[in-house]
């Protein structure tokens, strides 16, 4: 140890938990204020705490000395799991929520984190306090948020780049920030009577799934390339009467009616807006819950910069209409890949009648269509019989069949009779 550079000192000091950093102080004379220019910390439970009032108290002073000492601090780390803490833990969640993060912020990080991991996750982050204040800081560029209430509200961080979000419950009409280029939400709880709007000017990255509640309204995100949405099961945008024709046409079911109350007033989608500038898209979901893919559709949205669109089993509706659509409404599309992996319904690519695209033919630009499958089954046959009768030729299309081990793929001629 004694042969280290000085430099280096605090950058290892920075990995380790926060108590034991403060610790160093002790190892030797040269030791003894390492901790304080390290550039990172991490806050963990420790067994040396025997209440929440003394880990808060760590927490207070060990911010302070931060926010009062000469070396920047670049980046701080709350990581509480419930089931490390010998103390009732709630009390201490409860002061960092409300207080240490915004003390945090004050040290003028550029990266915070802050997971709570309850040994029970059930309506935990429903029951913390709603903060008084957003956050306000001038510096903040990364913010990594798990389990938390959050009003989306990040006007007060003009630099703020980097948004994830896990399992965090949202109670807003809009997310507002004027800098934000990536934004993550997985596992998210969107509790809003009413759609929580998202228009993000400089947005360059979207990732959102496996959400509970109503999807947001993708408004206005004009610099977006890359967009992953994923609809999991507790989507709140279901049709009871399993998605029949007549709710995705002119005539919905009253449980349609008020789930789109502003159908009528926007006279234009709820997702494909936002995503139409979009290079590369996934769009994942169930064949059962694919209801808004589906009725989003029917606003006939251009993609003009899609390049790259990646769809999986909820495309194979009726006579792949959404595919078709997808295809003459992105002129620059060069690549397709279906990924058909959910158990087999022969319904779901059943020839009824194109209630999108009547007459339609797909044009020359689309250079690949890839299919991802298990088995190649008849569902795969009725795919590239579909396909080949808008125009597709089998040269364009490659079927990659995976094997159950992982890893093991392989591709498949695709030279079908398809009589």
């Known amino acids: 140890m004694d042969g280290l550079l000085d430099e280096l000192l605090p950058v290892i000091v920075s990995f380790l938990p926060a108590h034991d950093a403060v610790r160093t102080c002790v190892l030797a004379k040269r030791w003894r204020h390492v901790w304080t220019s390290a550039p990172a910390i991490r806050i963990t439970a420790v067994k040396g705490f025997r209440s ?31 089931s490390d803490f010998e103390f009732d833990w709630s009390l201490s969640v409860e002061h960092v929520y409300l207080y240490s993060l915004h003390s945090a912020l004050q040290c003028n990080l550029q990266s915070l984190s802050c997971h709570f991991m309850p040994t029970d ?13 957003p956050f306000l800081s001038n510096h903040i560029q990364r913010l990594q948020l798990s389990f938390i209430r959050s009003s989306l509200d990040f006007s007060g961080c003009p630099r703020l780049l980097d948004l994830q979000m896990h399992e965090c419950v949202i109670l807003a009409d809009s997310i ?8 993550s939400m997985s596992c998210c709880k969107l509790y809003m009577r009413h759609r929580t709007s998202i228009s993000l000017p400089h947005l360059v990255r979207l990732d959102f799934t496996d959400c509970f509640g109503k999807m947001p309204l993708f408004e206005s995100l004009p610099s977006l390339e890359k967009a992953l949405v994923r609809i999991g099961e507790f989507t709140g945008d279901e049709c009871d009467g399993s ?44 064949y059962d819950h694919a209801f808004i893919f589906q009725r989003d559709l029917k606003w006939r949205p251009k993609f003009p910069m899609l390049k790259t669109l990646v769809l999986d089993d909820w495309c194979l509706d009726a006579d792949l209409s ?27 690519v059943s020839e009824g009648s194109n209630h999108l695209l009547p007459g339609a033919s797909v044009p020359d630009h689309l250079k690949m269509v890839e299919i991802k499958c298990e088995t190649v089954d008849v569902r795969v046959n009725k ?15 490659y079927i990659r069949q995976t094997d159950t081990n992982p890893g093991c793929s392989a591709f498949v001629c695709t030279g079908f009779n398809l009589n």
């Open 383 to 397: 795919v590239l019989k579909i396909l080949n009768t808008y125009g597709v030729s089998l040269d364009r299309i």
């Open 243 to 286: 998605g029949s024709a007549c709710c995705l046409n002119e005539n919905p079911c009253w449980e349609c009616r008020f789930a789109f109350e502003f159908d009528a007033d926007r006279g234009r989608s709820y997702l494909f807006q936002g995503l139409s500038r979009a290079s590369h898209l996934e769009l994942s979901a169930s």
């Open 176 to 183: 507002v920030s004027n800098s934000l280029q990536y934004l």
């Open 52 to 82: 929440a009032d003394q880990f808060n108290r760590f927490v207070d002073r060990l911010l302070l000395q931060r926010r009062q000492g000469l070396c920047p601090l670049e980046s701080c780390e709350f990581n509480m799991v419930e």
């Open 121 to 133: 996750p059930t309506d935990f982050a429903e029951d913390l306090q709603e903060p008084a204040a």
């Open 322 to 348: 959404a595919v078709i659509l997808f295809i003459q409404q992105s002129p620059n599309l060069e690549k397709l890949t279906l990924e058909l992996f959910e158990e087999f319904d022969s319904s779901m």
